[in-house]
C-alpha cells in the first residue's frame, strides 16, 4: 500500500523500514517516501549487516521504542536489503496507535 508505512494484516500490522547499518546510534529517524510512493520508517543502528546482526539490532530498537516484546516483531521479506518488511504481532489498533504516536513525534524532531 502506497503513503502509510503500515497497515493492517491478521493478528497486528505490517510496518515497512528502512535500515541504516553501522549508522553511529540506535535510533529511528522519522517517516521517508520513496520514489515509488511507498512510505517508510527511517531507523539506524550501530550493528553491522553481517550475520543477521543489523536485523537483530532492528528488532531489538523497535521493540524498546514500541515497548512490546522482541518476540512480536519478525522480519516478514527483505532480511538482506535496507528496505524491509516487518510483521508486528498484537492488537492492530493498539500497535497502529503507537507508530502513529512515534511519526508525530519523529516529525516535530
Known amino acids: 500500500m502506497k503513503g502509510t508505512f ?3 494484516r491478521e493478528n497486528g500490522l505490517t510496518l ?3 535500515l541504516t547499518p553501522r549508522g553511529g546510534r540506535d535510533a529511528m529517524e522519522g517517516i521517508e517516501t520513496l ?3 511507498q512510505s517508510v520508517l527511517k531507523a539506524r543502528v ?3 549487516a553481517e550475520d543477521g ?3 537483530d539490532a532492528l528488532i531489538a530498537l523497535l521493540a524498546k521504542t514500541l515497548q512490546i516484546p522482541a518476540s512480536r516483531l519478525k ?3 527483505g532480511g538482506t536489503s535496507r528496505h524491509k518488511t516487518l510483521a508486528l504481532e498484537g492488537d492492530a489498533g493498539e ?3 503507537k507508530l502513529d504516536q512515534l511519526a508525530r513525534y519523529r ?3
Do not use: D
Request: positive net charge.
Open 75 to 77: 522480519i516478514a521479506s
Open 107 to 109: 516529525a516535530k524532531a
Open 6 to 8: 503500515f497497515s493492517p
Open 35 to 37: 520514489a515509488n510512493g
Open 46 to 48: 550501530r550493528a553491522v
Open 16 to 18: 515497512h523500514v528502512r
Open 95 to 97: 500497535l497502529a496507535g
Open 53 to 55: 546482526k543489523a536485523n
